[in-house]
């Protein structure tokens, strides 16, 4: 019951109550329009609701389900089966997400630990506001700035005719020393231009939260600037810290386009794998494996988020 | 890879640090860090201009490939599609979002960790994932229902010169930045109070949406839509996977017979992102500025 | 290194510690072009509890922050118990400070935010807990030892500061504004607690507050602080009845300010004539400053003044008298025997028969 609608809910002919400048609504109107006003606001969230159902959660439902069917290479024919999932765990499939999770892990641990640095870095000082307000707009705008314009800046900056790699081969006669863009090492250092951003983004607000008092109090009781790292900034810290470092596993876990302008299919990931299967015209079914592989990829990243939700409850009980 | 994230705005306060006597290192040991970093970022846009402006015939600079651009075979096509795109993506997107959000405020609170919930699983789900269920959802029409309007209408969203299943798609995606940017609007603002304030006065529920609300959301709607432009301008996966030619794929597509081409469209389309974002900012920050003074 | 014993130090060994004096030399403070200390020089006995008192700005909180070594001053020495402390790092220091707010350790329960003094400085469990819980009952939260700090009340959270301040037997008590943030009930339950832990430990205490009623209630001595210098310092009953300046008479307690005239060694106000009181200015239009309660009222139908308003606050009622030269006065009457005093009502108003405290007429900032 709203305070604007009190003399709409109740129904009865009170007159003007509260200095409610409305006149009074006669009983029968006012208890339609009370059922009315109530039932609006439902019927409201219903377009959001339903939109999700359609375009979320229905082609997730579709491709769990369809992940289980297989077609007979010989008579086309569909059938239910596990064989699709069986496949994926194995060979290729299975060198994919492995190369997928190391990727995945690599650069959020790198995008986590060299983020946080320049976030506290920028954070702490007291004369440096512009520096401060730089960095948090440069951050939003360069973590967004990932896909193919990304891969393609790269390519011309440490690609085989890249900018870079010919300054390099001119100058020091070393070029790149053995590193090449398209591999790992070379997806993990493009990955990077925008996992740190994102890092600095995320984290920022958790570090402001750190409340000066709390060091000051610390300090006034004697901890060192250690000590208080460790029982104090630490714990609040790393919730947020590993809640942001699951971010960046996410988002280098389903990273497609920056690899494929990039490495095609030389380095296994399996969001590669899935358009090669999706795309390819000669292995029957592999429509149903590329489905196969993205159920995969849901429930790993399920799992990441249910890992993350225990790893919250634990390390944040004195929220509850 | 799509736009994860929306521009924080650099409000905000920083806490002031003691002051320590006698600490040196940090000082030293920040400046290494942001040197080096600074390099990080600033050298591959760097290196992509000089990529595309550089004249390795004459030795000098030339900006002949970006005076190709608007003449390139497809660019015009893909330009256009995905601008038009974007703008249907952000009228969907706030036409569905705006009422959703202002409803929770006001009316339904108990509401918000269901919907904080469901717009935060497309920026956990991975888009490819996404669109292989879309896809399939799109292959029951040919497979199980032909010749029916409803075979008809699916087919229509797939229309090539404007797929609108693109758009329904795309607003999926940018449900997260959408939804952050409304919120951030409604709650900084305390839209409940102002609205309760101004039903006290005597206002009907039209006249408080037209008064009250809009304004109010002003800032937010710009900022939800200048996020889900950068968002579709710079989306490929999707695209991509569903078969359609869209400013991203049309880039990939050049990329192998004109390599300069594509770094310099690239180049460009990362200032209009740029452009979009700076633009966020520095809305951002005026409404900061507003609400301190 | 620190000043606590090896073993465990319980309240009534910190009665037997005399309470150690802190002196402040000369403190100087600037901030960019902002002078927040100008010179400070104070004294505090051992045991003693000095409020620090001023509007927001005039450098009192700055004062605390360098005794607890958390602002560098720029010049001037602190010395606590006669030994030079002005380079010393704030954990170091072995003072209690209780912040304002937000100051409790949130990942932390009551008891180990209290014990968190003690652990950094490597006692073990038993001895954590027995001083954690002797200290918790001290301000009365032994029940609440396993709570978490946002699930207490604010001024349960400022107790259970306060506790975590004293665990570790400090030589100073230093308190910035902690009751600013609390309810007014609250605010003055804390506050006479506070002053009885104190009087029972005998801690040597430095209180900065902004609320000159808290101020006079609970402190030995009283520092009035404007502009980064102490205006006065003297007991409250001192700095009420005698203040030195007129910033001080108008910042403690309500002071009128009444148009007056000064002629041979005394001074003519609201028609009648007083002795001066203090220094009196040498020159120029002057106003004289007379407390509420210094001031008799009397229903009079051909008076001058004319009540404006009344406000009652049990025991007594202040009236808002209005003067014929557009002046306002209040003035306090006991409210049983001002019943007819009632707006509108015209009366005269008189200066009690005591010397008159004068200051020059011009505005006072800040």
Redesign the interface.
């Known amino acids: 019951m709203e305070r604007g609608d009190v003399r709409l809910s109740t129904g009865t002919a009170a007159p003007v109550r509260d200095g409610d400048p409305s006149v009074a609504v006669p009983e029968r109107a006012s208890r339609r329009s009370g059922r009315w006003a109530r039932l609006l606001p439902v019927l409201g969230m219903l377009p959001f609701f339903l939109y999700v159902a359609v375009f979320l959660v229905l082609p997730i439902v579709v491709l769990s389900v369809e992940a289980f069917r297989a077609t007979d290479p010989d008579t086309f024919e569909e059938t239910w089966s596990t064989g699709s999932i069986a496949a994926i765990t194995e060979g290729a499939y299975r060198r994919a997400y492995l190369g997928s999770l190391r990727l995945s892990v690599i650069c959020a641990v790198l995008g986590a630990v060299i983020g946080l640095a320049l976030a506290v870095a920028v954070l702490r000082t007291r004369r440096g506001r512009l520096l401060r307000r730089l960095v948090l707009t440069a951050s939003g705008v360069l973590a967004n700035f990932g896909g193919i314009p990304l891969a393609f800046a790269f390519i011309a900056t440490i690609g085989t005719q890249g900018v870079i790699t010919a300054l390099l081969t001119d100058t020091l006669g070393l070029g790149l020393g053995g590193f090449s863009l398209y591999s790992m090492a070379g997806l993990t250092v493009v990955y990077l231009y925008f996992l740190i951003p994102l890092m600095v983004l995320t984290i920022t607000p958790a570090l402001e939260a750190l409340r000066p008092q709390w060091r000051e109090a610390a300090d006034n009781l004697g901890a060192s600037g250690w000590q208080y790292w460790r029982y104090v900034g630490g714990p609040v810290l790393a919730p947020p810290v590993i809640g942001a470092t699951m971010l960046l596993f996410a988002s280098s876990f389903a990273a497609y386009a920056t690899a494929k302008a990039l490495v095609g299919s030389s380095v296994p990931l399996v969001t590669l794998q899935i358009a090669d299967a999706l795309s390819s015209n000669v292995t029957v079914g592999s429509e149903n494996l590329g489905k196969a592989l993205a159920l995969g990829m849901v429930l790993l990243i399920g799992l990441v988020m249910i890992f993350y939700a225990w790893v919250q409850r634990r390390t944040q009980r004195w929220l509850a | 890879?799509?736009?994860?994230?929306?521009?924080?705005?650099?409000g905000?306060?920083?806490?002031?640090?003691?002051?320590?006597?006698g600490r040196r290192g940090?000082g030293a040991?920040?400046f290494a860090?942001?040197a080096v970093?600074g390099l990080?970022?600033i050298?591959?846009?760097g290196?992509?201009v000089?990529?595309?402006v550089?004249d390795r015939r004459n030795g000098g600079v030339t900006f002949g490939t970006y005076a190709q651009i608007p003449g390139a075979e497809g660019f015009a096509d893909a330009f256009t599609r995905s601008l038009l795109l974007a703008v249907l993506t952000v009228v969907l997107s706030l036409l569905?979002?705006v009422?959703?959000v202002v409803?929770?405020e006001l009316?339904?609170p108990r509401?918000r960790t269901a919907?904080e919930l469901?717009t935060l699983?497309?920026?956990?789900?991975?888009?490819?994932?996404?669109v292989?269920?879309?896809?399939?959802?799109l292959a029951w029409a040919p497979d199980y229902f032909l010749n029916t309007p409803l075979a008809d209408a699916f087919f229509a969203l797939q229309e090539p010169a404007l797929p609108w299943i693109l758009v329904?798609?795309y607003?999926?995606l940018a449900?997260p930045f959408v939804y952050r940017a409304l919120d951030a609007g409604v709650r900084g603002s305390d839209l409940k109070t102002l609205t309760?304030a101004a039903?006290?006065?005597?206002a009907s529920w039209p006249r408080v949406l037209v008064s009250v609300v809009l304004p109010v959301l002003r800032t937010s709607v710009l900022n939800a839509a200048f996020l889900t432009l950068?968002?579709v301008l710079?989306?490929?996966?999707v695209a991509?996977?569903l078969g359609f030619e869209t400013f991203?794929t049309w880039?990939?597509r050049i990329?192998g017979s004109a390599?300069k081409l594509?770094?310099a469209v690239?180049?460009l389309?990362?200032l209009i992102?740029?452009a979009l974002?700076?633009l966020?900012?520095a809305l951002d920050r005026r409404r900061g500025a507003k609400e301190n003074s | 290194m620190t000043a606590v014993s090896a073993r465990a130090v319980g309240p009534a060994d910190l009665r037997q510690r005399p309470g150690v004096a802190v002196r402040l030399e000369g403190l100087t403070r600037r901030y960019g072009s902002v002078l927040a200390l100008d010179g400070l020089d104070l004294d505090i006995a051992g045991g003693e509890f000095v409020a620090l008192l001023g509007p927001s700005g005039c450098g009192k909180t700055t004062a605390l922050r360098a005794i607890a070594g958390f602002d560098r001053p720029d010049g001037g020495r602190v010395l606590v118990d006669g030994r030079d402390v002005t380079d010393v790092p704030a954990n170091k220091r072995d003072m209690g400070m209780v912040f304002q707010a937000y100051s409790l350790f949130p990942n932390l329960t009551v008891a180990e935010n209290v014990a968190f003094g003690l652990r950094v400085r490597g006692r073990d469990k038993g001895e954590r807990r027995g001083r954690a819980t002797e200290l918790l009952e001290l301000v009365g939260l032994a029940d609440r030892a396993q709570r978490y700090p946002h699930q207490l009340s604010g001024g349960q959270q400022q107790r259970v500061a306060l506790a975590r301040a004293l665990a570790v037997a400090p030589q100073v008590l230093l308190l910035d504004e902690p009751l600013s943030a609390l309810d007014a009930q609250v605010r003055v339950q804390l506050r006479e607690e506070i002053r009885r832990i104190q009087l029972e430990l005998g801690i040597t205490t430095v209180f900065v507050t902004h609320d000159q009623a808290e101020a006079l209630s609970v402190a030995d001595r009283v520092g009035v602080l404007r502009a980064g210098r102490l205006e006065q310092i003297a007991g409250p009953d001192e700095l009420y009845e005698r203040p030195a300046t007129a910033f001080v008479a108008e910042f403690v307690g309500t002071m009128n300010r009444l148009p007056a005239r000064l002629t041979d060694g005394a001074v003519e106000l609201l028609g009648t004539r007083r002795p001066v009181t203090g220094a009196a200015p040498a020159a120029g239009p002057v106003v004289a400053l007379i407390r509420p309660e210094s001031l008799l009222v009397q229903a009079d139908a051909a008076g001058p003044g004319r009540v404006v308003t009344r406000t009652f606050s049990g025991a007594s009622t202040r009236l808002l008298v209005a003067l014929p030269d557009g002046s306002e006065v209040r003035v306090d009457v006991a409210s049983a025997v001002s019943q007819d005093l009632t707006p509108g009502t015209a009366v005269t108003v008189l200066p009690a028969d005591r010397p008159v405290l004068v200051a020059p007429a011009e505005p006072i900032p800040g």
């Open positions: 890879m799509t736009s994860l994230t929306g521009v924080a705005g650099a905000g306060v920083a806490p002031e640090t003691p002051v320590r006597p940090p040991w920040r860090v942001l970093l990080y970022f050298v591959p846009i290196a992509s000089w990529f595309t550089r569905l979002m009422p959703t409803l929770v009316r339904l509401l919907v469901l699983m497309p920026l956990v789900l991975p888009p490819i994932a996404l292989v269920g879309v896809r399939s959802v329904l798609v607003v999926v449900l309760e039903r006290n006065l005597g950068a968002l710079g989306e490929f996966t991509a996977i991203p880039i990939v990329s390599p594509s770094v690239s180049v389309s990362l992102t740029w974002l700076l966020i900012s």
